[in-house]
């Protein structure tokens, strides 16, 4: 194969993708990167724009500006639909882009256990729209439920329901709890903020199940010192308008999030080789697609085990190593030289909580609350694209820790909350038959 004219498509600009993208750009080869969105999203900053802490620019940055300076990558946004590896084309939504070697980065989103019908009520953190549709249903809620008071209606039990004991769920709820016990505590005039109910629900025995027992039973206290009620082996066996059920009890909810579960990108199964049952890659060890070494799977997409026999987890430096690992023997393969099997390289793993509060494994060493949510806190703006953002950040993180203000606190788009006419009829009833 001429060096010069190997063209790779990589398919997401995420972690993965992003990172190949820009490993391969020190390569002679010509590199195309399809997104259907025109920017890259910093993920483990999402749940900060969800609560209001941060806008949206601030965790995410146009691709088109990131690689602007690596002349032989070419940026498009669309939208991937499928393969024909036979052929060797992407193809688009309006179009197909021909490779040599493809790349396919195209992450994770949430999964509902079967029951699709259960998201609108429920919905889950994947991306910066996701995140700002959480941020309107919290932030409406405590609306409705101060206009329904001050009406003379009655108040409220406001119970936010998150359901997932896994980082993003324990950040959700961990963050919830800071928002109505400190940020809104003073701010409304009939109800209070501070008799929220914030409840995590885990279908396990324990939360963070990832993380060493010490951990995940620290992550729980914290919780609950910030005013979290976490309940474990609490299988949610429905979720409805307003409520959710966990066996034969029902939770009343005004705002459900979503935390469970993870299905990996329709575009997985569309590569026909055999995936696991999240719907992920079962890649070779050199993370290429089996009966194709011209086609790479990184990411939240591929399934592949570590050295001790265990599946690889769903995070971020999984899936920027494995682009690096990727480019470098694609690099590797056109110098005739030939190419590694990928080895991860864990250097530690962090969950935060809430408030100087966090958990953290940097092997041996298991460290909690303050220290561990300062390391999650500089290791996460370390990461963040681009200087001004991470100044941003840390600059607003510096002032929302000193005055517990939240500074993103707008509700836009439509003021119709799902489920909440449900839930003040069943009170209304409830109250009914109580007189
Ligand atoms: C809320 C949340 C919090 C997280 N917190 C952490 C954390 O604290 N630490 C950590 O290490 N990890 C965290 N993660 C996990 C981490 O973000 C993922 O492991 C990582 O993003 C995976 O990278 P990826 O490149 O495989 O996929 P992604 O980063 O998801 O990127 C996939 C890209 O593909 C694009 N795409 C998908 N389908 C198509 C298509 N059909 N056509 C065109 N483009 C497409 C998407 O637009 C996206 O840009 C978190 C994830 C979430 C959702």
Redesign the pocket.
Known sequence: MDQKTSRVTI?????????AARTLSRYPVQITL????N?????????QV?TAGLSPGEIAAP?RWILRDRRNVEVLM????DFDLSRRVVK?EDGEIAYDYLIV??????AYFGHDEWEPFAP????IED?LEIRRRVLLAFELAERQAASGKGQTQLNFVVVGGG??GV??AGTLAEISRQVLANEFRTIDPKRTRIVLLEGGPCILPAYPEDLSRSAEEQLRHLGVEVQTSALVTRVAPGAVQIGETRLPAAVTLW?AGVAA???GKKLGAPVDRAGRVLVNPDLSLPGHPEVFV?????ALKDESGKWL????????Q??KATAHNIGSELRGEPRKNFHYVNKG????IGRAAAVAEFGKIHISGFLAWLS?LFI?IFFLIGFRNRLIVLIQWAWSYLTYERGARLITGDTHLPGWNELRTEETQAHTAAD
């Open positions: 398919v997401g600009a995420g972690f993965g993708g992003l990172l399809v997104d259907r969105k920017f890259h999203t910093f993920q483990p900053l999402l749940y969800a691709v669309s939208e991937v639909r688009l980065a195209a992450g994770a989103s949430h889950g953190l994947k991306t995140a980082p993003t950040e959700l935390a990108s329709p575009l990184v990411g939240d997409l591929a987890p769903g995070v971020a430096p999984v899936a920027m494995e682009g793993n962090l969950a935060t999650w996460h």
